[in-house]
């Protein structure tokens, strides 16, 4: 079971045509979050953000082998580089 507060919505990939990951990396990408800056309505630690402004933005989704393989390979990317800060601190 899950939860949601006010304010919420949940993003769900259509199975076999969408990974989960792929699609979180797009979400959280530095073209996706300066979109939504350009769309934001409220203050700037509360985004009020519509579905149909989501909707607005391009997507990206490659066949579903390729987002598999190419988010695996930045999550081990992502996780190195924490690793490797990790040492130096």
Do not use: C, H
């Not at 985004?47 to 607005?56: A, H, L, M, S, V």
């Amino acid at each position: 079971d899950y939860y949601f507060g006010g304010f919420m919505g949940v993003l769900r990939p259509f199975k076999n045509k969408i990974s989960s990951k792929y699609l979180f990396l797009s979400l959280v990408s530095d073209r996706f979050k300066d979109f939504i800056a350009g769309k934001n309505q409220g203050t700037t630690n509360i985004w009020n953000i519509t579905f149909n402004r989501i909707q607005d933005f391009s997507f990206y989704f490659p066949p579903l082998p390729f987002q598999e393989k190419f988010a695996s390979l930045l999550w081990e990317i992502e996780t190195q580089i924490e690793n490797a800060q990790k040492v130096e601190n």
